[in-house]
């Protein structure tokens, strides 16, 4: 009965070595999220879209990159992966609009990547 | 000054104890304000959106302070259960869908 479905649960990658998380959702929200959370700080947005358009968070290292092919999918792509790139990895969708329920963040369950 | 910021805590309390966390935000016009709760190793999860006028969700209410820029969160009869980390949410870009920023989080330990 998931909605937001992550891939892999856990990533265990070597230095340098690339890695794609995927998100797929069954809700049909047209904003898709991906945010980046270490331990015991709060999800940092790193990008997201809005239908196919395209926002990235200014502070968002050229490392990262994200592909959305349609609306139920959406990629992260770490090109080279560092130390400091372990972490969660969460993606969230959105609905746009004002009515009730707008805005609000389903979340998978999230990607742990670890970085050897 | 941080976009969206909390007491990071931790908080610990008995059961049954009455805790409440404060959140600020920066823009003033932020639009959308919600209350997500998360569990350790675990995705957030949201407890409770925010509106103007406040609202309550059995044990749990939140309130918004415009003029002052904050939300509230008031956790009443407090459980074992409530343990976890308490996040603020706010769409501080203003539009419909936005920018949705995170405060740190307020980390709440109920114990017996």
């Known amino acids: 009965d998931a909605m937001v479905i992550q891939n892999p649960r856990y990533q265990v990658t070597q230095f340098g070595k690339p890695v794609t998380l995927s998100c797929s959702q069954t809700?049909?929200?047209?904003?898709m999220y991906w945010y980046q959370q270490k331990s015991s700080q709060a999800p940092k947005l790193l990008f997201h879209?809005?239908?196919?358009?395209?926002?990235n968070e200014a502070d968002t290292p050229d490392n990262f990159q994200s592909r959305r092919p349609n609306t139920s999918f959406c990629f992260l792509d770490i090109r080279s992966p560092g130390l400091g790139d372990a972490a969660m990895y969460l993606c969230?969708?959105?609905?746009?609009?004002?009515?009730?329920?707008?805005?609000?963040?389903?979340f998978g369950a999230g990607s742990r990547l670890t970085v050897l | 000054r941080k976009e969206v910021e909390q007491d990071p805590g931790p908080f610990n309390v008995p059961e049954g104890a009455t805790v409440a966390f404060n959140c600020t935000y920066s823009?003033?016009?932020?639009?959308?304000f919600f209350w997500y709760r998360q569990d350790c190793r675990k995705e957030p999860k949201l407890l409770m959106s925010?509106?103007?006028s406040g609202n309550e969700d059995g044990r749990f209410t939140a309130q918004l302070n415009r003029a002052s820029q904050y939300i509230s969160l008031l956790i009443r009869d407090s459980k074992l259960s409530d343990s976890a980390t308490y996040l603020c949410?706010?769409?501080?870009?203003?539009?419909?869908?936005?920018?949705?920023?995170f405060g740190q989080g307020t980390i709440l330990t109920v114990h017996p």
């Open positions: 969230a969708t959105s609905r746009l609009g004002r009515i009730s329920g707008a805005n609000v963040l389903t």
């Open positions: 809700l049909n929200h047209n904003v």
């Open positions: 879209y809005y239908d196919k358009d395209f926002n």
């Open positions: 823009n003033s016009a932020s639009q959308s």
């Open positions: 925010v509106y103007s």
């Open positions: 949410v706010v769409n501080i870009g203003g539009t419909s869908y936005g920018k949705l920023t």
